[in-house]
């Protein structure tokens, strides 16, 4: 099981930053990964990553559109970078690419 963890933010930080973080979820528990999903949107920062949980991920996904704050607690970690619409459209091919990029070593 690959533990996860992603930031999700769009343009306008509603919609897609939700609807992002709903379909990481969503699919990598189909696939039985462990996923906890910080969304950067209107409000600000919402469901916080610890640092821990950032120094345990085997991978980041940047499900953005625009700059991930406080990117430099990511430093060193294998990350994946995609826009909102693409997780949107397909959730399960991003997860599927998170999980190779594991492999990538």
């Known amino acids: 099981m690959a533990k996860i963890v992603a930031v999700t933010a769009c343009i306008a930080g509603i919609a897609h930053t939700y609807m992002a973080a709903e379909n990481l979820k969503k ?14 949107g209107a409000l600000g920062i919402e469901d916080r990553l610890s640092q821990e949980d950032i ?12 700059n991930v704050a406080e ?5 060193g970690k294998k990350i994946l970078e995609i826009g909102t619409s693409a997780v949107v459209k397909d959730g399960d091919a991003v997860i599927k690419q998170a999980l190779a990029t594991i492999k990538e070593g």
């Open 27 to 40: 699919f990598a528990k189909k696939e039985g990964d462990s996923i906890l999903v910080e969304e950067q």
């Open 55 to 66: 120094d345990e991920a085997d991978v980041v996904i940047f499900a953005v559109d625009t």
């Open 71 to 75: 990117r430099d607690r990511f430093d």
